[in-house]
């Protein structure tokens, strides 16, 4: 009897102690975790826009987060906009019926740094919103303004590739045709699929207007030689110009041995540009009509 | 636990799991499917009105999703009964994502809506023939191989090793589904799931060996000196990992588990059939034992190769 | 000194032993996915072994397996936490693989024979030497792997083209390391015959 005592004293002993190391060591890491996270995140966004890593980025430049939500009630659905106010800080929330119509608009006191964090995110859009409908998280866009004017949308989402899931990163310009895309997250074969995070495939959809875009399709032929060198950066600048101009209304090459990945990245982008384009429409015709002042 | 019994759980999980599919949403709907790359089937309860049926304004269709997004339909066609509709899209539909559609008008009822999606019976079984084939956990996703090439040289060794191992996996991976979601979620402890699992793992083993000692000696016999092994198997921690990681439910786990357990199983099972008839055969003496056995293995995997891609349903 | 020298060659993990092959396989593919995973695994092997040397008249033998284990989890989950937070684009690369550090039996096996009888000095150069053995060994596939495969070492391009595309498919592995086990063993059957011939 005594044995066993000894034994789950030793053995419960044990296991706060190793409790105590991992809980530390946690508390530590998840910190560094999150700011890694965050510092990596911007440098993505600047390189999209077209600041390389350590390149000046202009004081000028600010970037507003535009978070949307899908609000259902029991017998409708709508979609609620969390845009930030030009003056008095804080946000705005925008209800905007299916019809693009308004449906309400409320503000919502919540700082830029705690728009930032979910939980205290969706506490102040659920206040907005009332008892009796839910509120989902639908994704946040980014617009860019330098000086006050728009000249970017920052937008990302995810989409069935060949295997699982990828997830993308996109800038586009007011006019909606695309400044760059950046793959951030997928499960593809190395070697073939994972191809699509190589410079000669996400350059191919660099400068491709929206026009182009609705109709993009994959071709499954070799990427002539001195456009590859254009894409792969190994030629000057303006050359570089001249072949995307040149290519922009082209369809995208395929990758060798990866054509179902590549239909799927060209696919999902096409599908993230034309529902964004058409919801911030929706959404720039609300706030023009209502004279609602936000900061972009 | 006789065979017998064990037969009639399984089938009894499975009616459970087919029982959704007979508890069907009656009234005007009868069916409905994708078909193709960009039509919905839609199979009415009876005939309905020809005109209101074709007319393309009465119907909203959007993805789930995306409730603000209505997809423009190029055409609705009923046919000659009158009870199959089909409703042809301009663009290509993503049928991996449940559709929404609503018919205003139709027999008399102001708005029908119902859900278009792919059977989610096919994406357990997805999942299952995933884990079995297309990610098969020795061939392609190269775990467990440890005790892989030790217990690999004779069929039935493999065939105890494999059911051994299919019962605890589906044992622990189902209580480290309870574990992840009732406690380590809900308390934040997220970095407790390397202990947690291993523990749940062991403490599996161990029941396991337990009941099988008391319950069916004779099938302890034969299978019971595999269960040490187990623990010192990276597969075995995988499946609760990768369930944590993917977020699946109590169904999707048990599929996962049976398919991990059925991968192993068969992997087992080639490899002692081919290692049988290795022994037979005339090896260089730097390549006998386990440099043959692995370059079997490469030979295996490039065969399991040819499995990625595959989407049954 | 001897303990380190014994761990890299003649009874390294991978190649003699045959212990801990999952990851030697799998993620092998390039020469820092297999610095990486042996950094982690050096890491958990020094530490437990030490722990459990210290520890080892406490324990009592009945649980001497769960206590390793519970050990070697709290190490793997510290390195993973670390990894995760410092280097997130090296441990995305390697999966759930750096948990599955504590499933490796090498690890287990090293405690049970050696930590545990030994003093700490002497434990914390045999896990150095284990956990060398298996980075080195991690290296030594992955610079073939790359080079035949992608034709780069560290990332670096260094034959301009790639060789053999095979190489960096998962199913290769199997093929490398039954190679160079073929080899470590037709050195060993060499050794023998010319020492046996004396």
């Known amino acids: 009897m005594k044995n066993i005592i000894t034994i789950v004293f030793r053995l419960t002993v044990s296991c706060l102690l190793a409790a105590t190391v991992m809980g530390v060591c946690f508390i530590f890491t998840s910190n560094a975790k999150k700011h890694n996270e965050h510092v990596k995140e911007q440098q993505v966004m600047y390189a999209l826009l077209g600041y390389e890593a350590g390149a000046e980025i202009p004081t000028t430049l600010a970037m507003h987060e535009v978070y949307r939500y899908i609000i259902g009630s029991s017998d409708r659905q709508s979609i609620g906009y969390l845009v930030p106010r030009e003056h008095e800080g804080g946000f705005l929330f925008v209800n905007i019926d299916l019809n693009g119509s308004l449906l309400e608009t409320k503000p919502v006191s919540l700082s830029e740094a705690e728009a930032l964090e979910v939980e205290p995110r969706t506490k102040a859009v659920q206040a907005a919103v009332g008892p009796g409908h839910s509120v989902m998280f639908a994704d946040q866009t980014i617009v860019v303004t330098n000086n006050g004017r728009r000249t970017g949308y920052l937008l990302s989402g995810k989409f069935q590739g060949f295997k699982t899931f990828v997830k993308v990163m996109l800038a586009v310009d007011p006019a909606f045709s695309i400044i760059g895309m950046e793959v951030l997250e997928h499960e593809e074969d190395p070697g073939l699929g994972a191809e699509i995070e190589q410079d000669y495939f996400k350059n191919q959809f660099k400068g491709k207007p929206f026009e182009a875009l609705k109709a993009i399709a994959v071709v499954k032929a070799p990427i002539p030689d001195d456009y590859l060198a254009a894409l792969n950066g190994k030629v000057g600048e303006e050359d570089i110009e001249k072949f995307r101009e040149e290519y922009k209304d082209h369809d995208i090459y395929a990758l060798t041995g990866a054509t179902i990945s590549s239909r799927a990245v060209a696919n999902g982008v096409k599908g993230i540009v034309t529902k964004f384009a058409y919801r911030v429409n929706v959404l720039d015709e609300v706030l023009k009509e209502q004279q609602l002042a936000v900061s972009f | ?313 | 000194m001897q303990l380190i020298a014994r761990g890299i060659l003649s009874e390294n993990p991978i190649f003699r032993l045959a212990l801990s092959m999952c990851p030697a396989v799998g993620i092998s593919t390039t020469v820092m996915n297999g610095l990486m995973l042996g950094i982690a695994v050096l890491f958990v092997q020094v530490f437990s072994s030490v722990t459990i040397s210290i520890f080892k008249n406490v324990i009592h033998p009945r649980i001497r397996i769960p206590t390793y284990t519970l050990t070697i989890a709290t190490w793997v989950t510290v390195i993973d936490l670390v990894l995760a937070a410092y280097l997130p684009e090296a441990y995305a690369k390697m999966g759930i693989f750096v948990k599955l550090i504590v499933a490796f039996a090498i690890i287990t096996m090293r405690l049970e024979m050696f930590a545990c009888k030994e003093g700490v000095k002497d434990s914390f150069w045999d896990g150095l030497g284990m956990g060398l053995g298996f980075m080195i060994g991690m290296m030594v596939i992955g610079l073939f792997r790359e080079l035949l495969g992608s034709g780069a070492i560290f990332g670096y391009d260094v034959l301009g083209f790639k060789p053999l595309l095979f190489f960096i498919l998962p199913s290769a592995g199997f093929f490398v390391v039954g190679l160079m086990m073929a080899f470590f063993n037709w050195i060993e059957i060499f050794y023998k015959r010319s020492k046996g011939l004396k």
């Open chain 2, 1 to 313: 636990m006789t065979l017998a019994k064990t037969r009639y759980i399984v089938l009894a999980s499975l009616f459970f799991l087919l029982a959704p599919i007979f508890a069907r949403a009656e009234g005007l709907i009868a069916g409905q499917s994708f078909k193709g790359n960009n039509e919905i089937v839609v199979t009415f309860s009876g005939p309905v009105d020809r005109t209101a049926a074709e007319e393309i304004k009465n119907y909203t269709v959007y993805e789930e999703p995306d409730p603000d997004i209505r997809l423009v339909l190029k055409s609705a066609t009923l046919a000659e009964d009158g009870k199959h509709l089909i409703l042809h899209f301009v663009e290509p539909l993503n049928t991996a994502i449940p559709h929404a559609v609503t018919i205003k008008g139709l027999a008399g009822i102001e708005k029908t809506t119902f859900k278009v999606s792919k059977s989610y019976l096919g994406y357990l079984f997805g999942i299952l023939i995933s884990a079995l084939l297309i990610n098969n956990f020795v061939f392609t996703k190269y775990l467990g191989l440890c005790v892989f090439f030790g217990t690999s040289k004779k069929k039935d060794t493999a065939k105890g090793m494999g059911v051994v191992f299919t019962l605890v996996m589906v044992a622990s991976a189902l209580m480290s589904w309870f574990f992840y979601n009732f406690i380590l979620i809900p308390f934040n402890l997220n970095f407790l799931q390397i202990v947690i699992f291993i523990g749940l793992v062991s403490l599996t083993v161990q029941a396991v060996d337990t009941v099988l000692r008391k319950v069916n000696p004779i099938l302890f016999n034969s299978f019971g000196v595999y269960l040490v092994l187990v623990i010192a198997n990276c597969v075995i921690i995988a499946v609760p990992l990768i369930l944590a990681n993917s977020n699946y439910n109590v169904f999707e786990t048990f599929m996962l588990a049976l398919g991990a357990g059925g991968g192993f199983l068969l992997a087992l099972y080639l490899m002692s059939s081919v290692s049988e008839r290795m022994q037979l055969a005339n090896i260089p003496p730097t390549f006998k034992g386990l440099p043959i056995a692995f370059i079997v293995a490469g030979q295996f995997a490039m065969a399991f190769l040819g499995f990625s891609g595959l989407q049954l349903f």
